[in-house]
Nanobody, 117 residues
């Protein structure tokens, strides 16, 4: 059974940084895609960033230049380095993994990120 476990969320002041981690376990296969969505109160879940085998990385326009996604295949872990955080980045961040496409097959439980002074 595949499990995705996130860590690294919390409260940070505007302009600050956080690093999210997501470790996958229970799969003998390497995931084609891993990435992050987020959902703010009253809003739809939106893609933040993803990394796919052979197809590079994609970012939401709102985070380009501030967030960086990376992946350690040996550890089956994906990271999201978030810099220059803004109040509008406040949301629950969900890690996901896709077996053979960029679409999510598995989800983490979510981690809260709050940007506030």
């Amino acid at each position: 059974q595949v499990q995705l476990v996130e860590s690294g969320g919390g409260l940070v002041q505007p302009g600050g940084s956080l690093r999210l981690s997501c470790a996958a376990s229970g799969s003998i296969f390497r995931f084609y895609a891993m990435g992050w969505y987020r959902q703010a109160p009253g809003k739809q879940r939106e893609l933040v960033a993803r990394t796919t085998d052979g197809a590079g990385t994609n970012y939401a326009d709102s985070v380009k230049g501030r967030f960086t996604i990376s992946r350690d295949n040996a550890k089956n872990t994906v990271y999201l380095q978030m810099n220059s955080l803004r109040p509008e980045d406040t949301a629950v961040y969900y890690c996901y993994a896709g077996r053979s496409t960029a679409l999510p097959d598995y989800w983490g439980q979510g981690t809260q990120v709050t940007v506030s002074s």
